[in-house]
């Protein structure tokens, strides 16, 4: 499923937030985020799920990523403070691994539940795909958040991070730092995901559109473990001694990379920049070790997701987006402390 990205910001790391941009973050919290629709996917085209919908009685199941993770634990609360406000009960389904089979053994063990909705983050665009469609057939109501599926008949809508948008606020970022020159590494988790390519893509356009002199090693894929991306980087350093930045495209990512740096005693010289926006990697950020997060909003995309789960059961379709792309934010040391940002930052723990 293509989603375009929304016009780039003049700056994307102000100092502070504007005003306009600290009340989008209240627009958006209160469940009307900025939206692209894409495709002809009709909200609603799910059966009516067989529970009812009076208080006490629906259960929206979520299934993350992986848990427990701090964007998705972020996330889920997120969903949880807003089902409160219609007496319904959100269910943080554990799934074990970041993997797509680990995805699907515990979505097909929840279905045995039959939850009033399924939130869904699919760690994979098309090998998630059987497994919703066993809750559709089952005539459960489905929701992907933070993630989405090419094949997108009969779910109810998809609300994502507009990854190729916080991937353009990463490459803005070296562009500038960098000053329009030199040698940047990218590091990734492993193929196959596009919520991640989406980002890589978004970071590798705007440096040919506006920084063409910047060269942009080929891309490292590291695995999901902090060891194994600090072996990545530290094979990176001895192979190519002139790089001049790094973007982490996940939290592992960027993690492993500032500890390899801080070994290699090139902690300031070599900025790195990362996605999210993890407890560990604002510490790294105030540290000096990490220099700039691109930051999504897991909270408000899965607060909008129980409000369109509560619209669908109450029969208020038409209020249903079938696609939302939710933008990021720059964060710095410069704003971390505003009180604007604060809310973004994740925390652990459900």
């Known amino acids: 499923m293509s989603m375009s990205a929304p016009p780039m910001p003049s700056s994307p790391f ?47 199941a979520y299934v993350p990523g992986v848990s427990p993770f701090p964007y998705f634990d972020t996330a889920y609360r997120g969903a949880a403070a807003q089902a409160e406000k219609y007496g319904y009960t959100v269910k943080y389904v554990g799934v074990p691994q970041y993997d797509p089979t680990a995805q699907t053994n515990a979505l ?47 779910v109810v809508a998809q609300i994502a991070t507009d990854n190729y948008q916080g991937g353009r606020l990463v490459g803005e970022y070296f ?76 939290e592992v990512n960027a993690e492993g990379a500032a500890a390899a740096i801080a070994a290699s005693g090139r902690t300031g010289e070599i900025p790195v920049a990362a996605f999210d926006a993890s407890p560990e990697e604002v510490k790294q950020l105030k540290a000096g070790r990490v220099d700039f997060l691109s ?25 249903i987006r079938p696609s939302t792309l939710v933008p990021n934010v720059g964060v710095t040391r410069d704003n971390v402390d505003d009180p604007a940002v604060a809310p973004l930052l994740y925390t652990s723990g459900s």
Not at 27 to 40: D, E, N, R
Not at 146 to 154: F, I, M
Not at 295 to 319: C, E, F, N, R
């Open 108 to 154: 097909n063990a929840e279905l045995a539940a039959h939850p009033s909705v399924l939130l869904v983050s699919p760690v994979d665009d098309v090998a998630l795909r059987p497994a919703v469609q066993r809750y559709i057939d089952a005539g459960v109501p489905v929701i992907t958040v933070g993630g989405t599926l090419k094949d997108t008949s009969g």
């Open 14 to 60: 102000p100092r502070s937030l504007t005003a306009a941009a600290c009340a989008a973050v209240l627009v958006l919290t209160a469940a009307c985020a900025q939206s692209t629709a894409t495709g002809s996917t009709a909200a609603g085209s799910a059966a009516p799920p067989n529970t009812g919908t009076s208080a006490g009685t629906v259960t929206i």
């Open 175 to 250: 562009g500038e730092r960098l000053k329009g020159e030199g040698t940047l590494a990218v590091l990734n988790i492993a193929p196959g995901s596009s919520t991640i390519e989406d980002r890589v893509k978004g970071f590798a356009d705007v440096l040919r559109e506006k920084y063409p002199k910047i060269k942009v090693l080929p891309e490292q894929y590291a695995g999901g473990a902090v060891p194994g991306n600090q072996q990545a980087m530290r094979s990176l350093l001895l192979a190519h001694p002139e790089i001049d930045g790094v973007f982490g495209a996940a």
């Open 295 to 319: 930051v999504s909003k897991p909270a408000a995309q899965l607060a909008l997701a129980v409000d369109y789960a509560h619209a669908y059961l109450t029969g208020d379709k038409a209020s």
